[in-house]
């Protein structure tokens, strides 16, 4: 069932997707872009969690599950943000969260 | 089981019974939500057989998840009654229904993470209990503020759970396992496994707004409609704490020498940069919000020693704060909801106009403040107790300096109040029957659980009792 690729592979790639999604995350001005920087965290988890359980624990489906909620509950929470989005944008004219800051210390 | 069968199916009656009024009497959902909400919090009390175990281990009932889940309701219930008032303007009429069946689905979130048995189950309850009050924080969607509010929510609580879900994945591919009780087996303390320890703890301290991962808390709190900044600052504040009680006892027990010296460290910093920003706040809301940020500090110190004591303290500190910050809160309400005033200037001279919502403000102050005859003293001293019995001496040294900070600026408050003078101070004002009649629970509630031993007692016995 070992197609050739270690498992360390896999672990990298979510290593460099989790960290380029907290960059991503803290550096982009635009929300829907911080939208899509928190759904790669959630995807590099995903595959963390499908690598884990492919390679090390293959006989339970435990991984596999949580990684099938983490999509479902990651596009619920993408329609709420989406809709408190688009409220922005009626109210102030833009989606740039530098213009979204009527509230600072 | 029934709390979160109940809550289902009355947020469920509540959007049929939207469908069966008409717009004109649409305020008649009030009445009946608060009272289907009543009837959920006396079942809850009702002694069933409570300790059992669903869904393949999954979802675990004990006593502890019980007592946990029904001063949750308490809470909510008061919380309830208070927005009645907000909830009857025009602007908010035509969403009531809305607003109860959030509250609610926030609810069950919160009862199915505290009975959680896997991490699945965990994750499912916390996500619930998040993305609901996003909706709610951006409620009043005529204010920019809200908006504003609500964003900053939803993107921080799905950051946070992300890096929750980081460490978690880090914890599952070293035990192989995610229920609790095989992960407590499984937990050898290697490196990877203590890294993944500290993801899931940033990612809660998100949710609890320890201080390195505060930052959102103050402006989420001041956008917020004020009776969700009520709920955000009380109930899932509270909710979190618990399931974090919780994990950190039955789950870490294993590295519990590390996770004491990251708490050491986070409590220390948590109340004394909540304190210090505190004192220079105007807008109210925020004043509450840093309180709230250093009142979980000192909640983190009760929960440093590990034991049963500390479960204990934490339960009935939390009940506690439930009626001490709902009683601040209620008052800071009655107010908006009259003038729309929530500066800390605007209250000069509220005593001369209105002088029991100014007692009542001071009562709740006090409690939260820690003054000897009312609960607030009480539950710190049992907190700081509990750390003491660990010898974590320092730590409470700390905490208590803390104390005499936070009663700086919580005077400062009762100073505007009684002493300050104002040419211009809020009218005199009656608030309706709901505003009262909260806030005489929240009054009697500081007294009670404060005067009458008998609460620590039972809670104290129902944590030892697992």
């Keep these: 069932m070992n197609s050739g690729i270690p498992l360390q592979f896999f672990l990298i790639l979510a290593t460099i997707m989790f960290f380029v999604g907290v960059y991503g995350f803290l550096t982009r001005r635009n929300l829907i872009t911080m939208l899509m ?10 595959i963390n969690f499908m690598a884990f359980n492919r390679y090390l624990f293959p006989h339970k489906m435990e991984g596999m599950f949580f990684s099938l909620f983490i999509i479902a509950v990651a596009a619920s929470e993408a329609a709420v943000a989406i809709a408190i989005i688009i409220n922005i944008y009626r109210r102030f004219t833009t989606i740039n969260v530098e213009d979204v800051n009527e509230m600072k210390y | 089981m029934r709390h979160e069968l109940l809550l289902a199916v009355a947020a469920m009656l509540i959007l049929i019974a939207e469908i069966f009024t008409s717009p004109a009497r649409r305020k008649s959902i009030n009445l009946f939500a608060i009272t289907l909400f009543a009837i959920i919090t006396i ?8 300790v059992g175990a669903l869904f393949g281990g999954m979802y675990v009932s004990t006593n502890v998840a019980t007592l946990m889940k029904n001063i949750l309701n308490i809470g909510v219930l008061l919380i309830l009654i208070q ?30 993470m505290i009975s959680a048995g896997h991490f699945l189950m965990f994750y499912i309850g916390l996500e619930l209990a998040t993305i609901p009050v996003a909706a709610l924080a951006a409620f009043e969607r005529y204010k920019n503020k809200s908006a504003e509010a609500g964003i900053k929510l939803i993107l921080t609580s799905s950051l946070s ?14 035990t192989g396992s995610l229920y609790f009780y095989e992960v407590s087996r499984l937990f050898t303390g290697s490196s990877l496994q ?16 320890i201080v390195p991962f505060h930052l959102w808390t103050a402006d989420v709190y001041e956008g917020a409609p004020v009776n969700i900044t009520s709920f955000l600052s009380v109930i899932s504040k509270g909710a979190a704490i618990f399931i974090f009680v919780i994990i950190l006892y039955s789950v870490f027990p294993v590295i519990m020498a590390t996770w004491q010296k990251t708490i050491l460290v986070t409590s220390i910093l948590t109340m004394t940069i909540g304190n210090l920003f505190a004192i220079r706040q105007q807008n109210i809301k925020r004043f509450l919000a840093f309180s709230s940020i250093s009142q979980a500090g000192y909640i ?16 009935y500190y939390i009940l506690v704060y439930i009626f001490s910050n709902l009683g601040a809160f209620g008052v800071v309400i009655a107010i908006s909801n009259a003038t729309g005033k929530e500066n800390i200037d605007d209250y000069n001279g509220l005593y001369k106009t209105n002088p029991r919502l100014s007692l009542i403000m001071t009562l709740a102050l006090f409690s939260l403040a820690g003054i000897p005859p009312v609960a607030g003293f009480f539950g710190k001293f049992f907190l700081f107790a509990a750390a003491a019995e660990k010898g974590f001496y320092f730590l409470v040294l700390v905490a208590v300096f803390n104390t005499i900070i936070s009663l700086y600026y919580y005077l400062l408050v009762v100073k505007a109040m009684f002493i300050n003078k104002n040419d211009d101070p809020i009218t005199s004002f009656r608030s309706d029957f709901p505003t009262r009649s909260a806030l005489l629970i929240c009054v009697a509630g500081i007294f009670i659980t404060g005067f009458a031993s008998v609460i620590f007692e039972v809670i104290k016995e129902i944590s030892f009792g697992n």
């Design chain 1, 37 to 46: 920087s928190v759904e790669l965290i959630l995807n590099s988890v995903n």
């Design chain 2, 43 to 50: 079942a809850g009390f009702i002694p069933v057989k409570p």
């Design chain 2, 83 to 112: 927005s009645v008032t907000w909830l009857k303007k025009d602007e908010n009429a035509d969403r009531v229904s809305e607003y109860f069946m959030l509250i609610m689905s926030t609810l069950i979130g919160m009862d199915f």
């Design chain 2, 161 to 174: 759970s992300g890096i929750l879900l980081y460490g978690l994945s880090m914890i599952y591919g070293t």
């Design chain 2, 194 to 209: 203590i890294l993944g320890f500290i993801f899931f703890f940033a990612g809660m301290a998100f949710k609890i707004s």
């Design chain 2, 300 to 315: 983190l110190v009760g929960m440093i020693g590990g034991s049963q004591l500390g479960m204990a303290s934490v339960i």
